[in-house]
């Protein structure tokens, strides 16, 4: 009994320690998210699975065309997948209207425009709102995918 009350703390301590490497990866570095819905269509389908990198976001470098993961402005309990068409500064065009995207603010729209509320609904999303950028579709193993960004003019 005496040796086994002395690995408990060593168990405990490792047990902690991998819970908090694992945060900070989750947290930090990147994650891995399941689609819903169609807006991304064709480019990403329900139930694709993406790998997302989470430092892109925190150093601000992204780029128009970018795929990027976000809480929903109007549900942030719910994430949505869309696809960076304007950055701070841009001049957007949305219907008769041209929209100048603040500062700290992106332009976000799904791929499937006649079937995605994005920003033109909604308008600019903050940034503080950005979870990640979208790396490599990993799910379904037929259709592995490394995203590129998608240049926009």
């Not at 040796?3 to 047990?15: C, E, H, N, T, Y």
């Not at 499937?112 to 503080?128: E, K, M």
Request: hydrophobic share 35%; net charge positive.
């Amino acid at each position: 009994m005496a040796k086994l009350s002395k690995f408990i703390p060593k168990i405990v301590r490792g047990f902690v320690q991998c819970a908090c490497v694992t945060y900070c990866a989750y947290e930090y570095v990147g994650d891995i998210i399941m689609c819903a819905g169609p807006s991304m269509e064709p480019t990403l389908y329900a139930n694709d699975i993406l790998f997302v990198e989470r430092i892109s976001v925190r150093l601000q470098r992204l780029n128009k065309g970018d795929i990027v993961i976000s809480k929903c402005p109007y549900n942030p309990k719910e994430n949505i997948c869309k696809r960076i068409v304007g950055l701070p500064g841009d001049k957007i065009r949305n219907g008769l209207s041209v929209t100048t995207v603040p500062y700290g603010h992106m332009w976000l729209e799904g791929d499937n425009s006649s079937n995605s509320t994005d920003s033109r609904i909604y308008g600019p999303v903050p940034q503080g709102l950005l979870r990640g950028r979208a790396l490599c579709k990993i799910f379904p193993f037929g259709d592995i995918t490394l995203f590129t960004t998608k240049h926009m003019t």
